[in-house]
């Protein structure tokens, strides 16, 4: 089996993405030079968003983003191995191939649908999307 150094674990907080977020940490613990980062994206950019309030959602959501990671935390300090987290701005996508280019990350983890409510569809867009754009293999946890 192929040893991922460096892992990369995508949370919205769903609970597909908890569950991702376990796998991630239970892939990680199997070596102890695995290191495991978790990030959550947060895009202040909707078709409504007006530049004069721009600021005002980006502060909000990257505040909420930042309490949902406070939790991931929790799980993460009962690893004895490299672990960190990140909150990243932008269409979250992009900014996760972006991140796991520029960190050179090994894997990433993530769920088959987040926070999304549209039942019907077996991949969300997040997830397509990384899986289309990524230079590295990404797991879909269903
Ligand atoms: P959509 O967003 O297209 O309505 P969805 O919310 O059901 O659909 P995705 O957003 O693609 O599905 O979520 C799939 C997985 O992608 C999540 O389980 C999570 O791992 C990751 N993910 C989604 N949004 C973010 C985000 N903002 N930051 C970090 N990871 C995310
Ligand atoms: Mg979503």
């Keep these: 089996m192929y040893l991922y150094k460096k892992i990369l674990a995508a949370y919205d907080g769903s609970e ?23 990030v959550s994206a947060v ?14 959602i980006a502060q909000s959501l990257t ?12 799980t993460l300090d009962s690893l004895s191995n490299n672990t960190s987290t990140f909150v990243i701005m932008g269409n979250p996508a992009q900014k996760i191939v972006e991140f796991a280019d520029s960190n050179k990350v090994d894997l990433i983890v993530m769920g088959s649908r987040g926070l999304g409510g549209i039942r019907e569809l077996f991949l969300g ?6 899986l289309q754009q990524a230079h590295c293999p990404v797991l879909i946890i269903k």
């Design 16 to 38: 597909l993405s908890q569950k991702a977020l376990r796998h991630a940490v239970e892939m990680t613990k199997q070596n102890k030079e695995s290191e495991l980062i978790v």
């Design 43 to 56: 895009n202040p950019t909707g078709p409504m968003t007006h530049p004069s309030i721009y600021e005002q």
């Design 63 to 74: 505040e909420q983003a930042q309490e949902l990671i406070e939790d991931v935390k929790q």
């Design 125 to 130: 867009s997040v997830s397509h999307n990384v």
